[in-house]
């Protein structure tokens, strides 16, 4: 390998396409995101102290992506929010963009034989996750069983819409294995089924998305192409007409009926709307990393909100995420390292089709899904890979090099804080979860020791001390009603801390205190009215 620590990149490579998929903890309110981002931060950390040589001009357009973004989150309405990837679904933070650019870079630097370890590592973790879906699906109380508490439904990945895209991806690595026909096509008809029990149009549309760029750049002859569309097809069709007699619960929709289905459609065409205008409010830098709910609450009319609903923590776009988070400047880096990237790879050699196919089929579900822990990284991973083959042609300036010793020690030092602050993370998330559980403060106010802007964990002390309040605990009562104060002035722009406030308030007896509180919801997120007016009228608890 023409690296300096080959062992710490396989290292790296292993954890951020294996182990951050597969990785889950029964510990936290978020069971499959709090281990993902520790993971991810130390799999790319460890990627890049493997000692790549970079292409000094792809690494500058990521560097400059990813100097603006940490510009917006500090220029940005909440910059808590922006440091780490949000473990709800809220969009990426500064250092998950940066681990995206640092995973980006190296990819294009990666020695062809780990890219094909890292294929055959996709495939057989894109083969794991689709037995967990199969075995939720037909035979859910196996693994509720197993680990009590926890629902597989969208397997390891927490969500099903992420599976089957991570599937979907896994299938393109699967379908340019070079090695035995038969293995390859089982594992095909694994991954078919498994895409198919989801019942969500991506099923159809990103396996078709994955395959056929594959197919494309691995110039395969068109018998194997065809043999391996025949089995995919047939293996989709036979579960649609054998999965009402399956045992299991079937998803509520079948995929092939989502296409007719423009319900979910609604409420994307209005989130897209909503935010679009909050763009416009801060055009340059945007609001900052991770703060797209409340652009979208503060933006939002009501009915605007009561249609798309409230939970939308991201604009479910990867443009329009980028722009309204860190403006016309943040998207303009973005588009300029995609049309670096995008240039270098359309000239990639057959080796680097399964690359292309992975990262095909992940671009084109960034385009209408959010951000996320696992696929988005993997996107930015195999694109730079796919483009890693302009090196091998005439352009002898962009011949890659290593990283100076000054930008080496700033990329280490920035991903060395991320790491820190992701360890911070998942303590707090578990002490805040063991908290919350069990009823004990001090486990609550240890995870804010840790994490102090932590703001789930300020809300739930808040809330155990309202109650020790409402029991005769004065004092407890006022340092509830003063926790929640701090906390909104410290994170003013936090969607949900208000209404925690509201509900503390409420518990203490405190009347004008919980009305006042929502009016300043009102003031600040008018989209927020159909749940503002549900707690102004319901009784206290």
Known sequence: ???????????????????????????????FADPKILLLVTGTLLVWLGGVPVDRRLALAATAWVA??????????DPAAGLLASATGG????????????????????????????????????????????????????LERAIRGLSFIGATLGNQLFAGALVAAAMAAAAAGERSAVRRLAVL?????AVASIGERSSLVLPVVALVVTWWRARQPWRRAAVTGVVVVATFALWQLAEPHMPGAPPPEGSIQQLRSSATDTGR?????????????????????????????????PAEVTSATRGWPDAHDLFLETGVTTGVVGLLALLALIGLVAVRAVRSPPEAAWAMGVAGALAAYSL????????????????????????????TARTPDRPGRVVGALVTAMLSVGLVL??????????????????????????????????????????????????????????AQS????????????????????????????????????????????????LVSILANSPPT
């Open 1 to 31: 390998m023409d690296v300096r620590r080959p062992r710490c990149l396989e290292l790296g490579l292993f954890l951020v396409v294996v182990a951050v998929p597969l990785a889950f903890t029964p510990l936290s309110d978020s069971p």
């Open 68 to 77: 603006v973004t940490a510009v917006a989150c500090l220029a940005g309405v």
């Open 91 to 142: 969009g990426g933070g500064v250092v998950f963009t940066a681990c995206c650019a640092v995973l980006l870079v190296c990819g294009a630097g990666l020695p062809a034989a780990l890219t094909a370890r890292a294929r055959g590592w996709l495939m057989w973790t894109g083969l794991a996750v689709s037995i967990v879906l199969l075995v939720y699906r037909l035979a859910p109380d196996v």
């Open 189 to 193: 008809v694994v991954m078919t089924a």
């Open 269 to 301: 065409f209005i989130v897209w709307r909503v935010t679009a205008r909050a763009w416009l409010d801060r055009p340059v830098l945007g609001w900052g990393p991770g703060t797209t709910l409340a652009a979208y609450l503060h933006e939002g009319t």
């Open 368 to 395: 209408v899904e959010p951000l996320n822990l696992v696929l988005t990284p993997l996107l930015f991973l195999t694109a730079g890979i796919a483009a890693r083959t302009a090196r091998g042609r005439a352009e």
């Open 422 to 479: 992701a360890w911070l993370e998942f303590a707090a998330a578990i002490l805040e979860q063991q908290g919350s559980q069990y009823g004990e403060p001090g486990q609550l106010r240890t995870a804010l020791r840790l994490e102090p802007w932590r703001s789930t964990a300020r809300q739930e002390l808040s809330i155990q001390l309202a109650v020790a309040g409402r029991s005769g605990d004065a004092a407890a009562g006022r340092e």
């Open 483 to 530: 926790l929640m104060s701090d906390g909104i002035g410290a994170r003013p722009w936090d969607p949900d801390a208000r209404i925690a406030a509201s509900r503390v308030d409420t518990l203490v007896n405190d009347p004008a205190g919980a009305r006042a509180w929502l009016e300043q919801q009102l003031a600040r997120f008018p989209g927020d009215l159909p």
